[in-house]
């Protein structure tokens, strides 16, 4: 009876320590549930555009993230699913021999489909694209990302010109799954001498924000899928006929060196002729 006072001091010592290892606990629990929520659900496609523009050519990368079920739906649409069983796909039961055959169909086709469904003008000329490379992964759902490349100043046939003064006008039109809802982000980027001036979009695909394309009014949609910008062309430095002539073929290791000689002959030959000249002018006064 004489520990009882001390019953109410213990608890209040302990207690802060038993809560929060109940708040831990709570939070290692819900831990896999909030991270797989940053998956998408059930009929939604999350989609990429991303431009970058060189002076030697314009890459374009399309990506494309969509859960399992989806892809049944997508491999019904296109036609794709003849020798697959969408009902597994959709189900999530599918093998994973079943799962590889059918995401490599999907993206053969989308690898063949796509570049018809963008519509790029540079200068107002359109441009065409040309396959390049394309990469797979998964997180919390599967990714694919199209590489495509143009080399836009062969196309535009010698219309180019360097300078502040010559902005070139670019556009992309994505008309890609237009009856897919989901989320459709765009980025268009300068690199190098390629300096941009005007754009309605991030540099930086993965910058931009993320928002439902059923959240938004036709108007928003239509900008959210469309790249509006212009850029200009950095001329490069003039160099000297000194820099020039440094910089040709004809300026071996052997022909610098000479050539360094020859001037430490010319200086000292001037200082060896101003000398002379010092001493007569002295020996002429006394």
Request: glycine share 6%.
């Amino acid at each position: 009876m004489s520990n009882s006072p001390l019953l109410p001091q213990r608890l209040a010592s302990v207690l802060p320590r038993v809560v929060a290892s109940l708040l831990l606990c709570l939070s290692l629990v819900a831990l896999p549930q909030s991270v797989s929520a940053h998956g998408l659900p059930d009929g939604l496609v999350e989609r990429g555009v991303q431009v970058i523009m060189r002076p030697e050519g314009m890459e374009l990368s399309y990506r494309i993230g969509l859960n399992d079920p989806t892809l049944a739906g997508e491999l019904e649409r296109l036609q794709l699913g003849e020798d697959l069983d969408l009902a597994t796909i959709a189900e999530d039961k599918a093998t994973p021999e079943t799962m590889q055959q059918a995401w490599k169909a999907y993206q053969e086709r989308l690898e063949e489909i796509i570049p018809g469904q963008l519509t790029v003008t540079i200068q107002g000329e359109p441009i065409q694209l040309k396959w390049v490379r394309t990469s797979a992964g998964r997180d919390h759902h599967a990714r694919l990302k199209i590489y495509y490349q143009a080399d836009w100043k062969n196309e535009l046939a010698g219309q180019v010109y360097e300078g502040k003064e010559f902005t070139i006008p670019f556009t992309l039109k994505d008309d890609s799954f237009r009856d897919a809802p989901g989320y459709h982000r765009i980025a268009f980027k300068g690199i190098g001498d390629i300096m941009v001036t005007e754009s309605n979009t991030k540099p930086i695909v993965l910058r931009t924000p993320r928002i439902l394309e059923s959240e938004l009014t036709e108007e928003e949609r239509e900008e959210a899928r469309n790249i509006v910008a212009k850029f200009y062309l950095e001329p490069e430095p003039v160099e000297s006929w000194w820099q020039q002539f440094a910089a040709s073929k004809y300026m071996s290791h052997g022909s610098v060196l000479l050539l360094l000689v020859g001037m430490a002959w010319v200086v000292m030959a001037g200082i060896s002729h101003k000398k002379q000249q010092e001493g007569s002018s002295d020996t002429s006064e006394t």
